[in-house]
């Protein structure tokens, strides 16, 4: 299957909350702790594209910030590789249900707010 990242000239992920910004940083953080052979394949990226990332999200509208930041989460929550669930609190600093929420308002483009 293939996703189409459709990028807006104005950057709306900057009105997403400090408490939503930092989890995404921990889910992209996340991934390059457990960086394995299929990585490079499930982001379009490289591990050191991935670590700039995390320097730049939410302020670069990058095609590679916006790849490494949805792709995070999106393999965290549903990747073959995904932690359970009652995990990602401790990891990314917020439930399975606020984090797909979160995945869904950064593919909008961050206008709709996290619940």
Do not use: K
């Amino acid at each position: 299957m293939t996703v189409r990242i459709e990028m807006q000239e104005e950057n709306s992920w900057t009105s997403l909350s400090d408490s939503e910004q930092q989890a995404v940083r921990r889910a992209m953080a996340y991934w390059v702790q457990h960086w394995d052979w299929e990585c490079p394949t499930l982001f379009g990226l490289d591990r050191e594209d991935i670590v700039n990332a995390i320097e730049t999200w939410p302020h670069s509208i990058a095609t590679t910030t916006s790849r490494a930041a949805i792709g995070s989460l999106r393999e965290l929550l549903f990747g073959a590789s995904t932690p359970a669930r009652g995990e990602l609190p401790r990891l990314i600093g917020m439930s399975y249900d606020r984090a797909r929420d979160l995945l869904h308002a950064i593919v909008e483009g961050g206008s709709q707010r996290v619940q």
